[in-house]
Nanobody, 127 residues
């Protein structure tokens, strides 16, 4: 079992930046591929970005490619999401998730692949 706690959300103007962090409990963080998802009001939770256990592979949704960067620090049990050039359409609750079944270089954009979820952090982008 792993617990995930997100932080770093807030209110920002369009064009601004935020960095989200997700800290995992336990000593097996490097065994999990990690992902970020988001959910806007009235919409389904959607994939944003993922990073493999080794950090050698990443994947991004087309809507954030070139603006968001996912990274991880296994020594700190933390995964990050750097978000630049934010748009009002990025407004959502952002969730981090852990996939305990992934291979060393595997990443997934499927919600069903992830076993553990954080409680979410709100990101609001004003126009």
């Amino acid at each position: 079992q792993v617990q995930l706690v997100e932080s770093g959300g807030g209110l920002v103007q369009a064009g601004g930046s935020l960095r989200l962090s997700c800290v995992a409990s336990g000593r097996t963080f490097s065994s999990y591929a990690m992902g970020w998802f988001r959910q806007a009001p009235g919409k389904e939770r959607e994939f944003v970005a993922a990073i493999s256990r080794s950090a050698g592979s990443t994947m991004y949704a087309d809507s954030v490619k070139g603006r968001f960067t996912i990274s991880r620090d296994n020594a700190k049990n933390t995964v990050y999401l750097q978000m630049n050039s934010l748009k009002p359409a990025d407004t959502a609750v952002y969730y981090c998730a852990a996939d305990r079944k992934s291979s060393l270089s595997g990443v997934s954009n499927l919600r069903s692949e992830y076993d553990y979820w954080g409680q979410g952090t709100q990101v609001t982008v004003s126009s």
